[in-house]
Protein backbone atom coordinates (compact mmCIF):
# COMPACT_ATOMS: atom_id res chain seq x y z
CA UNK A 1 0.00 0.00 0.00
CA UNK A 2 1.67 3.40 -1.02
CA UNK A 3 1.10 6.37 1.65
CA UNK A 4 -1.43 8.30 -0.51
CA UNK A 5 -3.82 5.29 -0.61
CA UNK A 6 -3.63 4.91 3.19
CA UNK A 7 -4.24 8.50 3.50
CA UNK A 8 -6.87 8.34 0.99
CA UNK A 9 -8.52 5.47 3.24
CA UNK A 10 -7.98 6.94 6.74
CA UNK A 11 -8.84 10.20 5.95
CA UNK A 12 -12.59 9.22 5.30
CA UNK A 13 -13.17 8.21 9.27
CA UNK A 14 -13.37 10.25 12.08
CA UNK A 15 -10.10 11.70 12.85
CA UNK A 16 -10.30 11.23 16.04
CA UNK A 17 -10.81 7.79 16.43
CA UNK A 18 -7.94 4.86 17.32
CA UNK A 19 -5.77 3.11 14.46
CA UNK A 20 -5.22 -0.32 15.46
CA UNK A 21 -3.79 -3.19 13.33
CA UNK A 22 -4.90 -6.92 13.25
CA UNK A 23 -3.44 -10.01 11.75
CA UNK A 24 -4.74 -13.53 11.14
CA UNK A 25 -1.40 -14.47 9.39
CA UNK A 26 -1.13 -18.47 11.48
CA UNK A 27 2.85 -17.19 11.39
CA UNK A 28 2.15 -14.74 13.77
CA UNK A 29 -0.84 -16.09 15.90
CA UNK A 30 -1.41 -17.30 19.30
CA UNK A 31 -2.52 -20.88 19.87
CA UNK A 32 -6.46 -21.17 19.56
CA UNK A 33 -6.99 -17.49 18.39
CA UNK A 34 -8.23 -16.65 14.76
CA UNK A 35 -6.34 -12.86 14.91
CA UNK A 36 -3.93 -10.77 16.94
CA UNK A 37 -4.10 -7.03 17.68
CA UNK A 38 -1.40 -5.19 17.20
CA UNK A 39 -0.79 -1.14 18.28
CA UNK A 40 0.78 1.26 16.31
CA UNK A 41 3.55 2.86 18.07
CA UNK A 42 5.82 4.31 15.47
CA UNK A 43 6.02 5.74 12.01
CA UNK A 44 9.27 6.19 10.58
CA UNK A 45 11.07 6.47 7.53
CA UNK A 46 13.89 4.07 6.33
CA UNK A 47 15.99 3.43 3.20
CA UNK A 48 16.25 -0.22 3.04
CA UNK A 49 15.93 -2.88 0.36
CA UNK A 50 13.43 -6.09 0.73
CA UNK A 51 14.86 -9.04 1.13
CA UNK A 52 14.61 -13.22 2.74
CA UNK A 53 16.40 -14.14 5.36
CA UNK A 54 17.67 -17.69 4.39
CA UNK A 55 14.64 -19.26 5.39
CA UNK A 56 12.21 -17.53 3.57
CA UNK A 57 10.62 -14.85 6.22
CA UNK A 58 10.28 -11.34 4.63
CA UNK A 59 12.72 -8.95 6.24
CA UNK A 60 14.99 -5.83 5.29
CA UNK A 61 18.54 -4.71 4.87
CA UNK A 62 19.27 -1.45 6.07
CA UNK A 63 23.00 -1.36 4.53
CA UNK A 64 23.26 1.42 2.10
CA UNK A 65 22.75 -1.07 -1.45
CA UNK A 66 22.01 -0.57 -4.89
CA UNK A 67 18.38 -1.37 -4.66
CA UNK A 68 17.85 0.50 -1.30
CA UNK A 69 14.41 2.98 -1.06
CA UNK A 70 12.97 4.94 0.85
CA UNK A 71 10.18 2.62 2.69
CA UNK A 72 7.88 3.83 5.37
CA UNK A 73 7.90 1.64 8.17
CA UNK A 74 4.91 1.60 10.95
CA UNK A 75 6.00 0.10 14.00
CA UNK A 76 3.80 -2.32 16.04
CA UNK A 77 3.73 -4.07 19.19
CA UNK A 78 0.77 -7.13 20.39
CA UNK A 79 0.81 -5.32 23.67
CA UNK A 80 -1.26 -2.03 24.68
Known sequence: MKVREL???????N????VLCYSEDPN???K????ILLEI???DL??????????GIPSFRFDKM???KP?????????F
Do not use: W, Y
Open 66 to 68: EDS
Open 32 to 35: KHGF
Open 46 to 55: KEAEKTRCED
Open 28 to 30: ILP
Open 15 to 18: QDLE
Open 41 to 43: NDV
Open 71 to 79: HVLIGVTTD
Open 7 to 13: MSKLSTF
